[in-house]
């Protein structure tokens, strides 16, 4: 392996991606349900997004977050699964060493903003439910930008120096990554320094996002369980339960899967490589292609307009 030296570091001119190591003989074919559900989720979330810009009644706060989840969604799928899809059907195991780190940087980066968008949709349906005359004022199309912008810039902040840390450090010569893509992590591991201070602040940036979000998350969802139940009518409550559903699916469908990852892999020792791995590969994909599913299933606005658009005709 060939390193390039610099003032105060010395990195490889490319790392190797090996996929799924020890299914070498079954990645050709474990492609193509990843390749679907790759279409699918750029299929869907810029369907989502199409119909959002283009139906003025869906220019609302809810719908406004959901425009912003979609773009994530695409950034975060489309940031792993090209190149995943080129290691198991092509062997094109070689990644750049600065595409490695730009890799990192948007998966790390817009990982964080998925959770703050969420966290954000969160406090959408705490004001829709228990404020609902004062929605409108209270979430203006100013407050939803600053927010977006907020979310947007921490994650860019916070995960800026993943990057300027790792590249700033030595290599060893063992420059093989026993996955399908670049995580900050796996690439710490490849380090021939003391890493302590990088473990260290990314354990700081997953649980003060993670934690600050979830806790966010939980308060709003305790305030909105207390509105509900005061509700007279059970009609009136299974419809305001109606409307958080599709929130809380898509919460789960994103933090168990990546909360298994992350702990898999700083204390999993004992989890089998493979199990680590395809959920590592799953938790980018799946929430990226459930999300517009979900939302098209349960959101009667969105629903209508693409079965109008398949059919050419109203439902």
Same mark, same amino acid.
């Given at each position: 392996?060939?390193?390039?030296?610099?003032?105060?570091?010395?990195?490889?001119?490319?790392?190797?991606?090996?996929?799924?190591?020890?299914?070498?003989?079954?990645?050709?074919?474990?492609?193509?349900?990843?390749?679907?559900?790759?279409?699918?989720?750029?299929?869907?979330?810029?369907?989502?997004?199409?119909?959002?810009?283009?139906?003025?009644?869906?220019?609302?706060?809810?719908?406004?977050?959901?425009?912003?989840?979609?773009?994530?969604?695409?950034?975060?799928?489309?940031?792993?699964?090209?190149?995943?899809?080129?290691?198991?059907?092509?062997?094109?195991?070689?990644?750049?060493?600065?595409?490695?780190?730009?890799?990192?940087?948007?998966?790390?980066?817009?990982?964080?903003?998925?959770?703050?968008?969420?966290?954000?949709?969160?406090?959408?349906?705490?004001?829709?439910?228990?404020?609902?005359?004062?929605?409108?004022?209270?979430?203006?199309?100013?407050?939803?930008?600053?927010?977006?912008?907020?979310?947007?810039?921490?994650? +860019?902040?916070?995960?800026?120096? /993943?990057? !300027?840390?790792?590249? @700033?450090?030595?290599?060893?010569?063992? $420059? &093989?990554?026993?996955?399908?893509?670049?995580?900050?992590?796996?690439?710490?591991?490849?380090?021939?320094?003391?890493?302590?201070?990088?473990?260290?602040?990314?354990?700081?940036?997953?649980?003060?996002?993670?934690?600050?979000?979830?806790?966010?998350?939980?308060?709003?969802?305790?305030?909105?369980?207390?509105?509900?139940?005061?509700?007279?009518?059970?009609?009136?409550?299974?419809?305001?339960?109606?409307?958080?559903?599709?929130?809380?699916?898509?919460?789960?469908? +994103?933090?168990?899967?990546?909360? /298994?990852? !992350?702990?898999?892999? @700083?204390?999993?020792?004992?989890?089998? $490589? &493979?199990?680590?791995?395809?959920?590592?590969?799953?938790?980018?994909?799946?929430?990226?292609?459930?999300?517009?599913?979900?939302?098209?299933?349960?959101?009667?606005?969105?629903?209508?307009?693409?079965?109008?658009?398949?059919?050419?005709?109203?439902?």
């Amino acid at each position: 392996m060939v390193l390039t030296s610099g003032n105060s570091s010395s990195h490889p001119m490319f790392f190797i991606l090996l996929g799924i190591p020890g299914m070498e003989n079954s990645q050709f074919w474990i492609a193509f349900p990843f390749c679907a559900m790759y279409v699918v989720a750029v299929i869907g979330n810029i369907t989502l997004l199409h119909i959002i810009r283009i139906d003025h009644t869906l220019h609302e706060p809810m719908y406004l977050f959901l425009a912003m989840l979609a773009v994530t969604d695409l950034v975060l799928s489309s940031s792993t699964q090209p190149k995943m899809l080129v290691i198991f059907w092509f062997h094109a195991h070689e990644i750049d060493y600065h595409a490695c780190l730009i890799q990192v940087f948007f998966i790390h980066a817009f990982s964080s903003v998925e959770s703050g968008v969420l966290m954000a949709m969160a406090l959408d349906r705490y004001v829709a439910i228990c404020f609902p005359l004062q929605h409108s004022s209270i979430l203006t199309p100013s407050v939803v930008t600053k927010l977006g912008s907020a979310v947007m810039v921490r994650g +860019l902040l916070l995960v800026s120096p /993943f990057c !300027f840390m790792v590249s @700033r450090m030595p290599f060893c010569h063992n $420059q &093989v990554i026993p996955q399908s893509y670049c995580e900050h992590m796996a690439v710490l591991k490849l380090v021939c320094a003391d890493t302590r201070v990088n473990r260290g602040y990314g354990l700081f940036v997953a649980f003060s996002v993670g934690g600050f979000d979830m806790i966010v998350i939980s308060i709003s969802y305790v305030m909105i369980l207390r509105a509900v139940l005061q509700l007279p009518s059970g009609e009136a409550r299974l419809k305001a339960f109606g409307t958080c559903a599709s929130h809380i699916c898509v919460i789960l469908a +994103l933090y168990i899967p990546a909360l /298994f990852s !992350f702990l898999a892999h @700083r204390f999993g020792h004992h989890v089998p $490589q &493979v199990v680590h791995i395809m959920f590592a590969n799953l938790y980018l994909l799946v929430p990226s292609m459930l999300n517009p599913i979900i939302y098209g299933v349960r959101t009667k606005q969105i629903r209508y307009r693409v079965i109008q658009g398949c059919c050419g005709k109203d439902p």
